[in-house]
Protein backbone atom coordinates (compact mmCIF):
# COMPACT_ATOMS: atom_id res chain seq x y z
CA UNK A 1 0.00 0.00 0.00
CA UNK A 2 1.44 3.71 -0.93
CA UNK A 3 -0.65 5.95 1.07
CA UNK A 4 -0.25 9.59 -0.19
CA UNK A 5 -1.96 12.58 1.26
CA UNK A 6 -5.09 13.28 0.01
CA UNK A 7 -8.97 13.76 1.30
CA UNK A 8 -9.23 10.39 1.38
CA UNK A 9 -6.43 9.53 4.12
CA UNK A 10 -6.89 9.67 7.22
CA UNK A 11 -4.57 10.36 10.37
CA UNK A 12 -5.21 7.75 13.01
CA UNK A 13 -2.59 9.53 15.67
CA UNK A 14 -5.29 10.76 17.88
CA UNK A 15 -7.34 7.49 17.90
CA UNK A 16 -4.38 5.97 20.15
CA UNK A 17 -3.11 1.97 19.56
CA UNK A 18 -5.45 1.42 22.95
CA UNK A 19 -8.59 -1.15 22.13
CA UNK A 20 -11.88 -0.07 22.13
CA UNK A 21 -11.23 3.73 21.43
CA UNK A 22 -13.27 5.34 18.52
CA UNK A 23 -13.83 8.10 16.21
CA UNK A 24 -16.24 9.34 14.14
CA UNK A 25 -15.66 11.54 11.27
CA UNK A 26 -18.66 13.44 8.08
CA UNK A 27 -16.52 13.56 5.33
CA UNK A 28 -17.59 15.46 1.68
CA UNK A 29 -14.51 14.69 -0.43
CA UNK A 30 -14.59 14.53 -4.47
CA UNK A 31 -13.71 11.13 -6.24
CA UNK A 32 -9.50 11.90 -6.92
CA UNK A 33 -9.96 9.52 -10.02
CA UNK A 34 -12.29 7.67 -12.29
CA UNK A 35 -14.07 4.78 -10.24
CA UNK A 36 -15.60 2.03 -12.61
CA UNK A 37 -15.56 0.92 -15.87
CA UNK A 38 -15.99 2.55 -20.04
CA UNK A 39 -19.19 2.52 -20.13
CA UNK A 40 -20.51 3.33 -16.74
CA UNK A 41 -18.98 4.73 -12.93
CA UNK A 42 -18.06 7.47 -10.91
CA UNK A 43 -16.48 10.21 -12.87
CA UNK A 44 -13.40 11.85 -11.49
CA UNK A 45 -14.05 15.52 -9.13
CA UNK A 46 -17.88 13.63 -8.25
CA UNK A 47 -18.84 14.48 -4.34
CA UNK A 48 -18.62 11.48 -2.43
CA UNK A 49 -20.56 11.56 1.23
CA UNK A 50 -18.84 10.03 3.99
CA UNK A 51 -19.92 8.75 7.52
CA UNK A 52 -16.59 7.48 9.07
CA UNK A 53 -16.51 5.24 12.18
CA UNK A 54 -12.62 4.09 13.27
CA UNK A 55 -12.30 1.97 16.03
CA UNK A 56 -8.83 0.50 17.78
CA UNK A 57 -8.94 -2.89 18.10
CA UNK A 58 -6.13 -5.49 18.59
CA UNK A 59 -4.19 -5.93 15.72
CA UNK A 60 -5.21 -2.47 14.02
CA UNK A 61 -7.57 0.12 13.25
CA UNK A 62 -11.10 -0.82 12.11
CA UNK A 63 -12.84 1.58 9.58
CA UNK A 64 -16.55 1.55 9.25
CA UNK A 65 -17.91 3.95 6.19
CA UNK A 66 -21.29 4.52 5.10
CA UNK A 67 -21.29 6.30 1.76
CA UNK A 68 -23.44 7.84 -1.36
CA UNK A 69 -21.63 8.52 -4.59
CA UNK A 70 -23.78 8.66 -7.91
CA UNK A 71 -22.70 6.97 -10.78
CA UNK A 72 -22.97 7.88 -14.54
CA UNK A 73 -22.62 6.56 -17.99
CA UNK A 74 -24.76 5.35 -20.86
CA UNK A 75 -27.04 2.02 -21.05
CA UNK A 76 -26.08 -0.76 -22.94
CA UNK A 77 -29.21 -1.09 -24.89
CA UNK A 78 -29.51 2.63 -26.19
CA UNK A 79 -26.89 4.47 -25.45
CA UNK A 80 -29.01 7.17 -23.06
CA UNK A 81 -27.44 8.56 -20.35
CA UNK A 82 -28.09 6.60 -17.07
CA UNK A 83 -27.64 8.03 -13.08
CA UNK A 84 -27.38 5.49 -10.43
CA UNK A 85 -27.45 7.26 -6.78
CA UNK A 86 -25.25 4.08 -4.64
CA UNK A 87 -25.00 4.10 -0.83
CA UNK A 88 -22.67 1.62 0.46
CA UNK A 89 -21.83 0.39 3.58
CA UNK A 90 -18.27 -1.08 4.04
CA UNK A 91 -15.76 -2.40 6.57
CA UNK A 92 -12.21 -2.64 6.68
CA UNK A 93 -9.44 -3.95 9.15
CA UNK A 94 -6.35 -1.52 9.18
CA UNK A 95 -3.39 -3.70 10.44
CA UNK A 96 -0.55 -1.72 12.54
CA UNK A 97 2.24 -3.68 10.61
CA UNK A 98 2.46 -4.69 7.07
CA UNK A 99 2.38 -8.71 6.90
CA UNK A 100 5.88 -9.91 6.20
CA UNK A 101 4.67 -12.39 3.90
CA UNK A 102 3.63 -11.16 0.12
CA UNK A 103 1.16 -12.50 -0.22
CA UNK A 104 -0.67 -12.06 2.74
CA UNK A 105 0.30 -8.14 2.32
CA UNK A 106 -1.53 -8.11 -1.01
CA UNK A 107 -4.74 -9.64 0.31
CA UNK A 108 -5.13 -7.08 3.75
CA UNK A 109 -4.92 -3.19 4.17
CA UNK A 110 -2.09 -1.73 6.95
CA UNK A 111 -1.44 1.44 8.26
CA UNK A 112 1.51 3.99 7.05
CA UNK A 113 2.84 4.92 10.51
CA UNK A 114 -0.67 6.39 11.50
CA UNK A 115 -2.20 7.10 8.03
CA UNK A 116 -4.95 5.04 6.68
CA UNK A 117 -6.03 5.32 3.25
CA UNK A 118 -9.62 4.65 2.51
CA UNK A 119 -9.91 5.13 -1.41
CA UNK A 120 -9.01 1.47 -2.13
CA UNK A 121 -11.37 0.55 0.01
CA UNK A 122 -13.78 2.83 -1.04
CA UNK A 123 -12.90 2.17 -4.96
CA UNK A 124 -13.31 -1.28 -4.71
CA UNK A 125 -16.38 -1.49 -2.98
CA UNK A 126 -18.18 1.07 -5.55
CA UNK A 127 -16.78 -0.76 -8.65
CA UNK A 128 -18.64 -4.01 -6.83
CA UNK A 129 -21.58 -2.47 -6.54
CA UNK A 130 -21.75 -1.28 -10.45
CA UNK A 131 -24.34 -3.07 -12.56
CA UNK A 132 -22.10 -5.14 -15.10
CA UNK A 133 -24.88 -3.64 -18.21
CA UNK A 134 -26.30 -0.85 -17.00
CA UNK A 135 -30.11 0.35 -18.58
CA UNK A 136 -31.95 2.98 -18.56
CA UNK A 137 -35.03 0.83 -18.17
CA UNK A 138 -35.28 -2.94 -17.43
CA UNK A 139 -37.72 -3.19 -20.66
CA UNK A 140 -35.50 -1.13 -22.65
CA UNK A 141 -35.74 -2.48 -26.05
CA UNK A 142 -32.56 -0.83 -27.57
CA UNK A 143 -31.91 0.30 -31.16
CA UNK A 144 -33.12 -0.84 -34.33
CA UNK A 145 -30.57 -3.47 -35.43
CA UNK A 146 -31.40 -1.86 -39.53
CA UNK A 147 -31.24 2.05 -38.77
CA UNK A 148 -30.07 2.68 -35.56
CA UNK A 149 -32.77 4.39 -34.26
CA UNK A 150 -34.00 4.59 -30.36
CA UNK A 151 -37.09 1.89 -30.39
CA UNK A 152 -38.71 3.74 -26.78
CA UNK A 153 -39.19 6.76 -28.70
CA UNK A 154 -40.79 5.09 -31.69
CA UNK A 155 -42.71 2.13 -30.50
CA UNK A 156 -44.27 1.35 -34.37
CA UNK A 157 -40.94 1.94 -35.98
CA UNK A 158 -40.84 -0.53 -38.63
CA UNK A 159 -38.67 -0.56 -42.15
CA UNK A 160 -41.55 -2.57 -44.26
CA UNK A 161 -41.08 -6.36 -44.88
CA UNK A 162 -37.59 -7.85 -45.13
CA UNK A 163 -36.21 -8.86 -48.27
CA UNK A 164 -34.55 -12.30 -48.98
CA UNK A 165 -31.08 -11.48 -49.58
CA UNK A 166 -30.87 -13.51 -52.55
CA UNK A 167 -33.73 -12.04 -54.15
CA UNK A 168 -32.72 -8.29 -53.21
CA UNK A 169 -30.94 -7.20 -56.77
CA UNK A 170 -34.41 -8.21 -58.91
CA UNK A 171 -35.81 -5.27 -56.66
CA UNK A 172 -33.55 -2.77 -58.30
CA UNK A 173 -35.63 -3.92 -61.72
CA UNK A 174 -38.82 -2.74 -60.26
CA UNK A 175 -37.25 0.23 -58.62
CA UNK A 176 -34.45 1.77 -59.98
CA UNK A 177 -32.40 4.52 -57.89
Known sequence: MNVRTGPLVIDTQELGRQPGHERRRELSVTVPTQWGYDVFGVSEGSPIDIELRLEAVMDGVLAT???TVTATGECVRCLEQVEEVLDLD????YLYDRP???EEAEEVQWLE???LDLEPTLRDAVVFALPQN???DPDCPGLCPDCGARIADDPDHTHGPAIDPRWSSLSQLIDPK
Open 65 to 67: AST
Open 134 to 136: PLC
Open 100 to 102: SDP
Open 90 to 93: VQEL
Open 113 to 115: GDL
